[in-house]
């Protein structure tokens, strides 16, 4: 699989490698500083489900 078809989701400094390989990197809403700073994107509270939403919405895109 190459880096860009994959999705990843992170919280933790020890994240950060795979959030930089990754096509597409997600922090959630209450990573650790240093993610949120590494990460454009966004994902929700994990107490919200918030990359359960991040997943159904990027499978929506491909189905389309």
Do not use: S
């Amino acid at each position: 699989m190459a880096a860009e078809e994959v999705v990843a989701f992170g919280d933790m400094p020890n994240d950060l490698p795979m959030l930089a390989w990754a096509g597409t990197a997600y922090a959630v809403a209450n990573a650790h500083p240093l993610v949120l700073a590494a990460t454009a994107n966004r994902a929700g509270d994990h107490d919200a489900d918030g990359v359960a939403e991040v997943i159904e919405q990027v499978v929506r895109e491909w189905a389309d």
